[in-house]
């Protein structure tokens, strides 16, 4: 998908195969210019009953009359004021009603009055252009045949909007990657490919990485990953991958993603109905990768850490046992009362291992628990931090990209469910709050700096006639890590 920008202005007289205009609810006019024509149409819709500009309402006619256009798309956009929901929801009406038409060049305009448009209309066509076809061959029919999208905006602030885009496709990019590579079957999506990837993306935009192996990780002491990684004949993986932005001295921000490639549930074995979708269990680790990808394009002033430990979670001869015990990197032992459980049994010896970097923050990010999915369903990510200011950190960035977490409680209430009686903790605790005992058993091994968790369980794909990866949380992790470049304002628009 080709995007640019250019003035709004003479829309009458403006060729396209679909001008795009989006109507906020009680305005009587678009208060375009040069906009006569389009204000007709639309409050002859009014009066016909077929267009109220509720969010996410359309109304496509062809040939409109007074325009140059071959098609006017009009988009409600419910009530003022505008936010970054309503922008999304009719961003992607707008392409849903664009569906299999064959409208190639498309216009947008964004008015002075809906900047959250902007961003949301980028993002959207962004995710409709988004094809799999990694192991199959394409639809015949494809949904999307519009190849370039061109946003109209206020005149007087090119440079602002075109700064906006860079960003907005650098984010873009991230998703692509992180829906791409979580898509892929377990099969293709190995340990080992992962680490592939993540050199790949390190040649192409010069970055620092380290891929350690079965040798190397048991050197570290990582004996939580080792366990999950034992039953299963693919090695293992931990990924370093570092970007610089920032002076050498200046602490780096981290990002560990869980890297579970195929998720059986081990000894502890899952049921089979859906067990597909444990694929997906590396979404973390897609979405770090993907956040590199961003950054390294847009080179904020940041340092930056990525750790991701892959592996694949499998029963067999070899694999672990419920009632093991194993002894962490950080000296901790745990008791593996389920195998199940093996996320935070490979995020607690990444999160002892991001320790040495004196981070600034740690953020992890895993399809930690499907108790986060009975709690918060497809809406929100789960957020754990006990860090008032990190957490309102990530909920604003969530909020500002419309990739929104909610925040979950900690507590030693919640912690005391992990006591053993033959290790130090427990993998588990009762089925009362289980996203929250997750996130409990993590804390243990982030004592050393400031530390947030996402519980993306719900969010990182869909299930269903349209399953696939979403590239959640990509957007809020590159927006959060923008917001962190010393002396960065908090952006003007939503
Ligand atoms: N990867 C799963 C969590 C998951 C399940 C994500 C369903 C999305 C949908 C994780 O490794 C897991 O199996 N967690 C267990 C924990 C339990 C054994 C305490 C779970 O949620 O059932
Ligand atoms: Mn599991
Ligand atoms: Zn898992």
């Known amino acids: 998908m080709e995007f640019s920008i250019a003035p709004l202005k003479a829309l009458s007289s403006l060729r396209s195969d679909c001008l795009v205009v989006f109507v906020q609810q009680s305005a009587e006019a678009s208060g375009l ?41 009009l988009v409600g956009l419910g009530p003022a004021p505008l936010d970054a929901r309503n922008a999304r929801k009719a961003a992607e009406a707008a392409c849903v009603a664009l569906k299999g038409r ?16 902007f961003e949301a209309t980028v993002r959207a066509f962004g995710d409709f252009a988004y094809v799999y076809t990694a192991t199959r ?29 860079q960003r907005a496709q650098a984010i873009q990019a991230g998703v692509d990657l992180c829906r791409e590579l979580a898509n892929l079957p377990g099969n293709h ?65 981290v990002l560990v993603g869980k890297g579970v490639t195929f998720d059986s549930g ?77 996320g935070r049994l490979i995020l607690c010896d990444a999160l002892d291992y991001a320790g040495q970097f004196k981070p600034a923050s740690v953020v992890d990010i895993a399809t930690l ?28 960035a969530g909020r500002q990209t419309h990739d929104t977490c909610w925040r979950m409680p900690l507590g030693e ?3 005391e ?25 993590l804390q243990r091994f982030a004592q050393a700096y400031r530390w947030a968790h996402l519980d993306i369980a719900g969010t990182a794909w869909r299930s269903g006639a349209h399953k696939g990866a979403t590239g959640r949380p990509v957007a809020l992790l590159v927006q959060y890590l923008l917001a962190q470049q010393a002396g960065a304002a908090a952006p003007s628009h939503a």
């Open 33 to 73: 210019l040069d906009a006569e024509a389009i204000d007709a149409i639309a409050a002859q819709a009014r009066q016909d009953g077929d267009f109220h500009a509720a969010a996410g309402s359309t109304y496509l006619c062809n040939r409109p009359q007074g325009l140059a256009a071959r098609r006017l798309l």
């Open 102 to 117: 064959s409208a190639a060049r498309v216009h947008v305009t964004c008015s002075e009055a809906q900047q959250p448009l």
């Open 137 to 165: 061959k394409p639809d015949a029919e494809p949904a999307c045949l519009v190849s370039a999208v061109q946003l109209l905006v206020p005149a007087r602030q090119q440079a602002a909007y075109r700064v906006r885009l």
């Open 189 to 253: 999506c190995t340990p080992t490919h992962l680490g592939k990837v993540a050199q790949d993306l390190a040649k192409r935009h010069k970055l620092k990485v380290e891929v350690l192996g079965p040798a190397q990780i048991e050197r570290e002491r990582m004996g939580a990953l080792m366990a999950v990684a034992q039953g299963s004949h693919e090695p293992a993986r931990f990924i370093v991958l570092r970007y610089q932005g920032a002076p050498k001295g200046e602490a780096p921000h």
């Open 266 to 342: 081990g000894i502890s074995l899952k049921p089979g109905a859906e067990m597909d979708e444990m694929k997906f269990d590396m979404s973390g680790a897609a979405s770090v990768l993907g956040a590199f990808e961003a950054v390294a394009r847009l080179q904020p002033r940041i340092n930056l850490v990525g750790l991701i430990p892959a592996t694949e979670n499998l029963p067999g001869g070899r694999a672990v046992k419920p009632g093991d015990v194993v002894t962490t990197r950080s000296g901790q032992t745990v008791e593996i009362l389920n195998t199940d459980a093996e």
């Open 369 to 396: 628990t499907g108790a986060c999915v009975i709690a918060l369903g497809h809406v929100h990510s789960g957020l754990f931090s006990p860090d008032d200011a990190l957490a309102e950190a990530l909920l604003e």
């Open 413 to 415: 209430e919640y912690a």
């Open 417 to 441: 469910g992990l006591r053993s009686r033959f290790a130090d903790v427990a993998n588990i605790a009762g089925r009362p709050a289980g996203s929250v005992t997750a996130a409990c058993f």
